[in-house]
């Protein structure tokens, strides 16, 4: 069984669209984490969520809303999708304490 | 924010040797972590070593904290070719926030 799953694997739309990518974990895990590499593998953090709620939001456009209906899912929804929104997209999950994080297998999204 | 940053971020190695990057970061951490990242895959967890710790040690793995320089390393002993991957550091501050840097990439040559 897969731990953390996304889908889908890859995304092709033009701009403007809105996409929705989804993550599912069946972990048991409290926090759920939304991250963006971008073409230099740099990993930036996205949002953050403990048991539904959430924690962390960086200086990310409010085009991108997360939704967590519950603690064994997070989704990503991007309206109004850009060039610059191009990446790959990965989703973690993380017990509570001093514990690892456990990725999805990204989805790579490409606008065109 | 706080963000792990590795140097260098290349690293071309013959099979047998030895790799070694390191990791800087900015602020107070819990613990800080490590991870291999393949073509095309997500990050897969190595290792985490705790705030109080100096040194860890897994397998052909060693991670070594130093907590006044902000500063970490991972050494991968005795390289395959099925080493070659991105490793990233990760600093977790308690909050929720797990942080990641640029990585450094690793190319074991057989």
């Known amino acids: 069984d897969t731990a953390v799953s996304q889908t889908p694997k890859y995304l092709v739309t033009q701009m403007g669209n809105d996409k929705s990518i989804k993550c599912e974990q069946n972990?048991?895990?409290?926090?759920m984490y939304w991250y963006k590499q971008d073409s230099k593998k740099f990993l930036k953090i996205m949002f953050s969520?403990?048991?539904?709620?959430?924690?962390i939001n960086e200086t990310v456009p409010n085009r991108f809303s997360p939704k967590s209906p519950d603690k064994a899912h997070l989704n990503l929804h991007i309206n109004s999708l850009e060039l610059g929104d191009s990446a790959v997209y990965f989703c973690?999950?993380?017990?509570?304490?001093?514990?690892?994080?456990?990725f999805g297998q990204g989805t790579r999204l490409t606008v065109v | 924010s706080q963000q792990g940053e590795e140097d260098p971020q290349a690293l071309s190695i013959q099979e047998g040797e030895n790799a070694t990057m390191n990791c800087s970061y900015k602020?107070?951490?819990?613990?800080l972590q490590w991870y291999r990242q393949n073509s095309g895959r997500g990050l897969v967890h190595l290792i985490l070593?705790?705030?109080?710790?100096r040194e860890k040690h897994s397998g052909r793995l060693r991670v070594t904290l130093d907590t006044s320089k902000k500063s970490s390393s991972l050494l991968i002993t005795a390289s395959r070719a099925a080493d070659t991957a991105s490793y990233f550091c990760?600093?977790?501050?308690?909050?929720?926030?797990?942080?990641f840097g640029k990585g450094n990439q690793v190319v074991v040559i057989p």
């Open positions: 973690a999950s993380k017990d509570r304490g001093w514990t690892e994080a456990f």
């Open positions: 972990l048991g895990h409290d926090t």
């Open positions: 969520y403990n048991n539904k709620e959430l924690i």
């Open positions: 602020t107070s951490i819990n613990n």
């Open positions: 070593i705790r705030s109080n710790e």
């Open positions: 990760a600093t977790d501050n308690g909050n929720n926030r797990l942080a």
